[in-house]
């Protein structure tokens, strides 16, 4: 990874406990781009571990999930 990224003050598994996934799974793809899509205040719905979870988007998370998708591009 680019120096520049290690430089970065990041709270690991912040993402992952705001939006309750266990660390050793991956949050899907689709999540994120509704995160990133949507706009703040908003409320998305989706499942964790079978169960329905409704969170609503706050300007961090969507923060989170920008950078989350951005590091997915450059790790492949």
Known sequence: MARWIQQLNLKKGALHRQLG???DKKIPV???QKIVNANIGDKIAYKV??????????RLLKKRATLA????RISK
């Open 49 to 58: 571990n079978g169960k329905r979870k409704v969170i609503t988007i706050t």
């Open 30 to 32: 689709g999540l994120l």
């Open 21 to 23: 996934f266990p660390e």
């Open 69 to 72: 998708l951005t590091f997915r």
